[in-house]
């Protein structure tokens, strides 16, 4: 790795109660330079004597072969490096010899660290991860899995037990990324070398679900809207899912999270909470117009606004924990669901009516009634045009037979 350099230094700048100073690898790279101890410490007239390399003193000599296989060892951690990075040296050189446990340890640091940072929802799928790669691990009678055992053999495998364990593709696929994930950050790290990487169109890829219609048409949503509710908990359900698909598709977690100060009198604006970390250099805000469907929603649901940071609606509460906003959101999501749930069959609706169905259902009405996708894409608040169209369900067949018929409008 050209412009990383090392040598062993005798750091003079801390002097220990005993006279000595510590001994360390100094690493340096495009002029920056980080120490690293080593243990060991030796006076300056010791330290003088090693570097003449004349003494017969039997701690020095194995002291200096020590420090010689120490810098050998850099050297070939750096040389084998494809990008050099502090971090990525420092993992590897701290690292035990033949770690055979390396991806359950970057699983469960992965997971550590999304918790630590509040992101709980994504924090279970790696709990989840970890148990599934435990039980497979207990099935095939193995105890520990190292980065280089994951092989494209391997993920097939993993793949294979998971579909017969009645586990569905879409949960399949959740848990591969993560462990792709993980082998990504090896990479980077210089824990793995890139030709040992599994996932490619030539070795293996991770299994998607097929895209099932989740919208409802046009005539669906005047059906829904039109639906006389029961009781008040339906009713809340039946206009939550409306507030969804009326505000660009936003989700339940995002509307539990609305503030006063989101609102104007015109305008709701907001960054989804699903992308404020990953996106911090690009953050889209995402706004609707308040039309009067909204503005009665909110009348009916909401909160007095006394301050900017109180909550819209009353599901979340000022000083909620992050597992309880996540507990909060999911009994929220699975309330929702019951009720709407319960309105699409009395409608006789094919697809079961969710909080998700109405993400999907203002994307595709949006696209039937002609609207650019690159519009949708920008309310939905998605970096790419190919994230959009798989929230697009194809054309309803009425639509599809007025262009058929078309090709024989002579």
């Not at 294979?160 to 980077?188: C, P, V």
């Not at 953050?283 to 909110?298: F, G, L, M, S, V």
Request: charged residues 30%; proline residues 3%.
């Amino acid at each position: 790795m050209l412009g990383a350099t090392t040598a062993i230094v005798h750091d003079t700048r801390i002097k220990k109660t005993d006279g000595t100073y510590a001994i360390k690898l100094r690493v340096t790279y495009n002029r920056e330079q980080k120490y690293f101890p080593l243990g060991k410490f030796l006076t300056k007239d010791d330290w003088q004597t090693l570097k003449s390399g004349k003494h017969r003193n039997k701690k020095l000599k194995e002291l200096e072969i020590y420090l010689s296989t120490i810098e050998s060892k850099a050297v070939k951690i750096i040389d084998n490096m494809e990008k050099f990075s502090f971090a990525g040296f420092l993992n590897q050189f701290n690292a035990k010899p033949h770690n055979k446990s390396a991806v359950l340890d970057a699983l469960r640091e992965r997971h550590k660290a999304l918790t630590k940072s509040n992101r709980i929802s994504t924090a279970l799928t790696y709990q989840y991860t970890i148990k599934s790669i435990e039980d497979y691990l207990k099935a095939i009678k193995r105890k520990n899995l190292s980065f280089t055992d994951i092989t494209p053999d391997w993920l097939q495998a993993f793949e294979n037990w998971m579909t017969e364990n009645d586990k569905s593709i879409t949960t399949t696929g959740m848990f591969l990324r993560n462990l792709r994930t993980m082998l990504n950050q090896a990479i980077e790290n210089g824990l793995l070398p890139r030709e040992n990487y599994p996932f490619s169109k030539n070795k293996y890829q991770i299994p998607s679900a097929r895209n099932t219609k989740k919208a409802l048409t046009i005539g669906n949503i005047k059906q829904f809207i039109e639906h006389p509710t029961q009781t008040v908990a339906e009713a809340r359900a039946k206009d939550f899912w409306l507030f969804s698909y009326l505000c660009n598709g936003v989700n339940i977690k995002d509307i539990a999270k609305l503030k006063c100060k989101n609102l104007d009198s015109k305008h709701i604006s907001f960054v989804r909470s699903k992308t404020e970390r990953s996106t911090k250099s690009n953050q889209k805000n995402i706004t609707a117009i308040r039309i009067p469907e909204i503005n009665a929603i909110i009348e009916k649901w909401g909160n007095e606004c006394t301050d900017q940071d109180d909550y819209v609606f009353p599901i979340l509460s000022k000083g909620d924990t992050p597992e309880q906003e996540y507990d909060k959101i999911k009994q929220a999501v699975k309330t929702i669901n019951k009720y709407t749930k319960r309105i699409g069959k009395e409608l006789g609706f094919e697809l079961s009516l969710t909080t998700y169905t109405a993400r999907h259902s203002f994307a595709t009405v949006l696209k039937r009634s002609g609207a650019p996708i690159e519009f949708i894409s920008e309310s939905l608040g998605h970096n790419n045009l190919k994230t959009t169209e798989s929230y697009l369900d194809s054309f309803e067949d009425d639509t599809k037979e007025s262009f058929q018929r078309k090709l024989l409008d002579f």
